[in-house]
């Protein structure tokens, strides 16, 4: 009987206890976006009891029933005291003090808040991509991200861009970082034949894009392994929202002119220039062999009649008289177009239910080069689908077409190019008295205007993204992700060149059509595990496997000896000079992890890593492992912080990674053959030697960082300094002969880079009036510090590698200046016992370094200020300690050295005995001074930019209510408004697309300047 007592006791005590606790559910949401807020705090006051929100912002806490009040808290937000009802289900909006801390961060095959993160991700939201007049999303990204370093090629609408993250780590392998949209990552090298080289990312439309994260550090990257060491660039694009269905549209038009133009003879300076410098070569090659003359006075006669007067007459056209003709034509004028207009039409639609969200969108923009025949036009249209089956199963697919046109030019070394039009003689009318272009021997070089009218160099592109999904939620916290990717990107480009042009008159016309498919085959299947135990432990683990197979099928056709230039299609050719076509291949099968711990959101800690198998490497290397690891302390979190009114926000982070990259050839560690024949028969010749030992180029990266927010938080920002060293390049190195080879490629040498980068936010003023400054600098050396052995140069031409030096930098001459007494150009030999000895001899002197395209540090500062729906923001983008080579200054920079026209500089050379001037005494045909490779045309090429301005109004919603409208904003927008430099070419931001590569940059050669573009927009809500 006590026994059964006792029994019911405890059953009764134990039914007490359960009766005095109750569970609490809910869901924590950002109060203005509707966001869950993953890894809120909630805690029962006066407990230690307490929960972390999962990925969906859902949390359930068992508390005492006598408990009256939750304290609900999350990094960047204002924490609530939450009184308790008689409902157990408690939702619960929070309220953002700053965007910087809480926001959600798009990290590999994940998320995570921003306040937590241990390595370095920059983030950059989409809305300030929106509306840009430009071709390409990686153009909007300049001067906005810190450490990354943004550079189009020239002003051609559609061309290259070049991104550098924290430097150039590679030589031969590519330095572009790898781009992943939605998951799926995209082919990025240019496929086109004809002009310089497309930009494969204009495709995509800047406007479907919700967010772009740049992960610059080992920790952040090193789950892409041996794609990630110049980085990764994530694009995650728009995706629609439950409730009603909100449509936008919108419609820009404006118009572009050159940042900047040049100086060039007229006509009088022409003749005058000129005579001078026949004047000039007559008198020095009398003065080198008198006994060819009967005296000075009959070299210089017979210079000016033959290469003078006879020259100025021909360049006036047939029979005409210099001294009688009142030609000058302006031929810089004729290169650029004549009010070029850019326009841009969208239209978006997005909503949905709690099952199923969409986010649809078409787009149209075309933009007119500043260039005569350069044209850019992208048709674009986007759907993404989200569906919650079950509340265990959602699925969706992600997908984009693309139609991209571009009118071509000739590449910057083409005397076809618009550019190059500036050679041609102030003296010379474009056309005849029948409307006729001239060409030679009228011209001094073909006339490029003449490839306006009978050339035409046509690349269209089709391009379609997508990325399927299914996410299956298989136990509290844990989540099973499949996802197939695709990209398939074709191009076709169809060129000819009729009888007149440079390119078909030495054939009676010529064409080519070369056609490229890539395909990117992308299958992932990986697991988020998401858990939190208590309060304090929060645990974060992901881990997968992914396979990416890419495929390229080229076919190009060239011919000749067409009937009529009106015909223009290859099977119109009298001769099929070429006809070829080939397939190349690559796969990679990976492996990754990661995990993530945080204690109480103080202490925090990242382990990841990645091995991945490639096609690209030797049997004996097939694999390689990546793994990093970071950690963080919140220091804002300890009591020794938590009532300090100055420090709001206070975290230091450390990071060390490895990451790899395997940007190269695709069968460059076999042994290959090669077709060939001999005497009409077909055979193999040996063609490469191979390498089973080769494998990626390794990055280690070393970052330290701190985060920090004062004053609220309306103050914050990130400093961090790095050291990333690449090793094992991937270089060709000389063999012995005797192996019937001249190089191998083979893993040698190190680089390094090394920097800081500061990055400031600030809500100076809140209220009515707001006003926010974003700031960013970084500060970057790059270093060569070892090439195979016993080597220290690799000598390009002009760009060299150099150990001790950064990549790229320009190798020649050095000029001293000008010889007062003889107007001699100078030369420092250099020599090991000569040094600064100077020399009117260039063959004396020793090649040195002579300028480094690479810049000291690069940044911006965005300012932008709104009120009562006006707003203004304003960029500034700059460029410090970056050298630029006028190579075309060569030829109209070198006091008349042959015929083409100069910039009016020259007028300032040597002319008499005892002047002081740096530039030399023109003597046509002779080279004094204007010799390739030597620091005369050495030029500063830093400079601070207006990159951008936009003033806006926001009509009141009061008003627009009453039409129907959700929202009307009108803006006017202008794009590289203003230029502060020191440069004195077209434009300071330039690397020629005829001579830029992995290690060339910074080479001007008639490269097209930037445009400067106003336009005026339209954005309208439903």
């Known amino acids: 009987?006590?026994?059964?007592?006792?029994?019911?006791?405890?059953?009764?005590?134990?039914?007490?206890?359960?009766?005095?606790?109750?569970?609490?559910?809910?869901?924590?949401?950002?109060?203005?976006?509707?966001?869950?807020?993953?890894g809120a705090t909630v805690l029962a006051q006066g407990t230690s009891n307490g929960t972390i929100a999962d990925i969906d912002g859902n949390f359930s806490l068992t508390v005492p029933t006598d408990t009256k009040v939750l304290l609900v808290s999350?990094?960047?937000?204002?924490?609530?005291?939450?009184?308790?009802?008689?409902?157990?289900?408690?939702?619960?909006?929070?309220?953002?003090?700053?965007?910087?801390?809480?926001?959600?961060?798009?990290?590999?095959?994940?998320?995570?808040?921003?306040?937590?993160?241990?390595?370095?991700?920059?983030?950059?939201?989409?809305?300030?991509?929106?509306?840009?007049?430009?071709?390409?999303?990686?153009?909007?990204?300049?001067?906005?991200?810190?450490?990354?370093?943004?550079?189009?090629?020239?002003?051609?609408?559609?061309?290259?861009?070049?991104?550098?993250?924290?430097?150039?780590?590679?030589?031969?392998?590519?330095?572009?970082?790898?781009?992943?949209?939605?998951?799926?990552?995209?082919?990025?090298?240019?496929?086109?034949?004809?002009?310089?080289?497309?930009?494969?990312?204009?495709?995509?439309?800047?406007?479907?894009?919700?967010?772009?994260?740049?992960?610059?550090?080992?920790?952040?990257?090193?789950?892409?392994?041996?794609?990630a060491a110049n980085g990764v660039v994530l694009i995650t694009t728009r995706k629609g929202k439950a409730g009603k269905t909100n449509i936008e549209a919108n419609f820009q038009m404006g118009s572009s002119t050159p940042t900047g133009k040049r100086e060039f003879l007229n006509r009088e300076q022409y003749i005058q220039m000129f005579t001078r410098s026949v004047t000039g070569a007559a008198t020095y090659e009398y003065a080198l062999?008198?006994?060819?003359?009967?005296?000075?006075?009959?070299?210089?006669?017979?210079?000016?009649?033959?290469?003078?007067?006879?020259?100025?007459?021909?360049?006036?056209?047939?029979?005409?008289?210099?001294?009688?003709?009142?030609?000058?034509?302006?031929?810089?004028?004729?290169?650029?177009?004549?009010?070029?207009?850019?326009?841009?039409?969208?239209?978006?639609?997005?909503?949905?239910?709690?099952?199923?969200?969409?986010?649809?969108?078409?787009?149209?923009?075309?933009?007119?080069?500043?260039?005569?025949?350069?044209?850019?036009?992208?048709?674009?249209?986007?759907?993404?689908?989200?569906?919650?089956a079950s509340k265990r199963l959602n699925f969706g697919i992600n997908m984009s077409l693309a139609r991209t046109f571009t009118d071509q030019v000739s590449d910057d070394n083409q005397f076809s190019t618009p550019m190059q039009l500036v050679a041609l003689s102030p003296l010379t009318p474009p056309r005849d008295a029948d409307g006729v272009l001239y060409d030679r021997p009228t011209t001094t070089y073909y006339n490029g205007?003449?490839?306006?009218?009978?050339?035409?160099?046509?690349?269209?592109?089709?391009?379609?993204?997508?990325?399927?999904?299914?996410?299956?939620?298989?136990?509290?916290?844990?989540?099973?992700?499949?996802?197939?990717?695709?990209?398939?990107?074709?191009?076709?480009?169809?060129?000819?060149?009729?009888?007149?042009?440079?390119?078909?008159?030495?054939?009676?016309?010529?064409?080519?059509?070369?056609?490229?498919?890539?395909?990117?085959?992308?299958?992932?299947?990986?697991?988020?595990?998401?858990?939190?135990?208590?309060?304090?432990?929060?645990?974060?683990?992901?881990?997968?496997?992914?396979?990416?197979?890419?495929?390229?099928?080229?076919?190009?056709?060239?011919?000749?000896?067409?009937?009529?230039?009106?015909?223009?299609?290859?099977?119109?050719?009298?001769?099929?000079?070429?006809?070829?076509?080939?397939?190349t291949e690559f796969s990679f099968l990976s492996y990754f992890a990661r995990a993530n711990y945080d204690f109480d959101r103080k202490y925090l800690l990242s382990l990841s890593a990645r091995a991945d198998g490639s096609s690209r490497f030797g049997k004996n290397n097939r694999y390689g492992y990546f793994p990093a690891v970071s950690a963080g302390w919140v220091l804002s979190e300890e009591d020794f912080l938590a009532d300090n009114d100055l420090i709001s926000f206070l975290k230091i982070r450390a990071s060390y990674g490895k990451t790899g990259n395997a940007a190269i050839g695709n069968f460059q560690h076999l042994g290959l053959y090669g077709a060939n024949s001999y005497a009409g028969v077909s055979g193999l010749a040996p063609s490469q030697i191979p390498n089973p030992d080769l494998k990626w180029e390794k990055t280690t990266q070393t970052d330290f960082g701190l985060d920090f927010g004062l004053f609220d938080n309306r103050l914050n920002g990130e400093i961090d300094y790095y050291i990333k060293n690449t090793t094992d390049l991937l270089l060709n190195v000389p063999v012995p002969s005797t192996t019937g080879f001249e190089s191998q490629t083979k893993n040698v040498g190190e680089v390094e880079n090394k920097g800081w980068e500061f990055v400031i936010n600030s809500n100076n003023l809140v209220g009515d009036f707001k006003w926010t400054t974003s700031f960013n600098i970084a500060l970057n050396k790059n270093k060569v510090k070892s090439l195979s052995a016993g080597q220290d140069l690799i000598d390009l031409g002009l760009s060299a590698v150099k150990v001790g030096e950064s990549i790229g930098v320009f190798y020649g001459a050095e000029y001293a200046g000008v010889d007062p007494a003889n107007g001699d150009a100078l030369w420092y030999k250099n020599g090991e016992n000569t040094g600064r000895e100077t020399t009117n001899d260039y063959s004396e002197a020793e090649y040195v370094v002579i300028g480094n395209p690479n810049p000291d540090f690069i940044g911006g500062i965005t300012n932008s200020f709104s009120w009562k729906g006006i707003s203004l923001d304003v960029l500034f983008q700059g460029v410090y300690g970056n050298e630029i080579y006028k190579d075309g200054d060569r030829f109209m920079a070198c006091q008349?050295?042959?015929?083409?026209?100069?910039?009016?500089?020259?007028?300032?050379?040597?002319?008499?005995?005892?002047?002081?001037?740096?530039?030399?005494?023109?003597?046509?045909?002779?080279?004094?001074?204007?010799?390739?490779?030597?620091?005369?045309?050495?030029s500063d090429g830093s400079y601070l930019r207006l990159k951008t301005l936009t003033i806006g109004y926001e009509l009141p919603r009061s008003i627009l209510e009453n039409i129907g409208l959700s929202r009307l904003r009108l803006y006017v927008i202008g794009q590289n408004l203003m230029t502060f430099t020191k440069y004195d070419g077209w434009d300071p931001e330039v690397s020629s697309d005829a001579f830029s590569d992995n290690v060339a940059s910074g080479i001007d050669f008639y490269s097209a300047p930037q445009p400067k573009t106003i336009a005026f927009g339209i954005n309208v809500g439903f």
């Open 74 to 227: 999350y990094t960047g937000y204002n924490s609530q005291e939450i009184a308790i009802g008689a409902s157990n289900v408690i939702d619960i909006t929070m309220a953002p003090n700053v965007t910087a801390l809480n926001e959600i961060v798009v990290v590999g095959y994940g998320t995570q808040i921003k306040s937590t993160l241990t390595g370095n991700i920059a983030k950059l939201d989409g809305d300030r991509l929106k509306d840009l007049p430009v071709s390409s999303m990686e153009q909007g990204l300049q001067g906005k991200t810190a450490g990354v370093f943004i550079e189009s090629a020239n002003g051609k609408p559609g061309g290259a861009v070049r991104v550098r993250i924290r430097g150039a780590g590679s030589i031969t392998a590519s330095n572009q970082p790898l781009y992943i949209v939605d998951g799926v990552p995209i082919s990025v090298d240019a496929q086109n034949i004809s002009g310089g080289a497309l930009n494969p990312l204009a495709d995509l439309n800047p406007n479907d894009i919700e967010s772009v994260e740049i992960l610059k550090d080992a920790s952040a990257g090193a789950i892409y392994g041996s794609r």
């Open 449 to 583: 205007l003449i490839d306006q009218e009978d050339a035409n160099r046509d690349v269209t592109s089709f391009r379609t993204l997508a990325n399927s999904y299914v996410r299956l939620k298989l136990a509290e916290g844990l989540l099973l992700n499949g996802d197939l990717g695709v990209d398939v990107y074709n191009l076709r480009d169809n060129a000819f060149y009729g009888s007149r042009t440079d390119g078909g008159n030495a054939s009676n016309g010529y064409g080519s059509s070369l056609y490229s498919q890539i395909v990117n085959f992308t299958p992932k299947t990986y697991l988020n595990y998401d858990k939190a135990f208590g309060a304090q432990h929060h645990l974060s683990l992901t881990g997968g496997m992914e396979y990416q197979q890419s495929r390229n099928d080229v076919t190009r056709v060239e011919g000749q000896e067409f009937p009529v230039d009106d015909l223009k299609t290859l099977a119109s050719a009298a001769t099929i000079t070429i006809g070829t076509s080939s397939i």
């Open 289 to 388: 062999d008198p006994s060819a003359w009967t005296d000075e006075a009959e070299a210089i006669d017979w210079y000016v009649e033959n290469y003078a007067t006879k020259r100025f007459n021909r360049y006036s056209g047939p029979g005409a008289d210099y001294t009688t003709t009142t030609t000058n034509t302006n031929w810089q004028d004729q290169a650029f177009a004549d009010n070029p207009v850019s326009t841009q039409a969208s239209i978006a639609a997005s909503g949905g239910t709690d099952k199923t969200k969409f986010y649809a969108s078409a787009a149209w923009n075309k933009q007119e080069g500043i260039l005569i025949g350069n044209n850019f036009e992208r048709m674009s249209a986007r759907l993404n689908l989200d569906q919650a």
């Open 1 to 38: 009987m006590k026994q059964s007592l006792l029994t019911t006791l405890l059953a009764f005590g134990a039914m007490m206890m359960f009766a005095q606790n109750r569970t609490l559910t809910g869901k924590i949401l950002d109060g203005e976006s509707g966001e869950p807020l993953y």
């Open 896 to 938: 008349a050295c042959w015929f083409d026209n100069q910039t009016t500089d020259q007028l300032k050379h040597w002319d008499k005995p005892g002047d002081i001037t740096k530039v030399p005494e023109p003597r046509f045909w002779y080279s004094n001074g204007d010799q390739s490779r030597n620091s005369r045309y050495v």
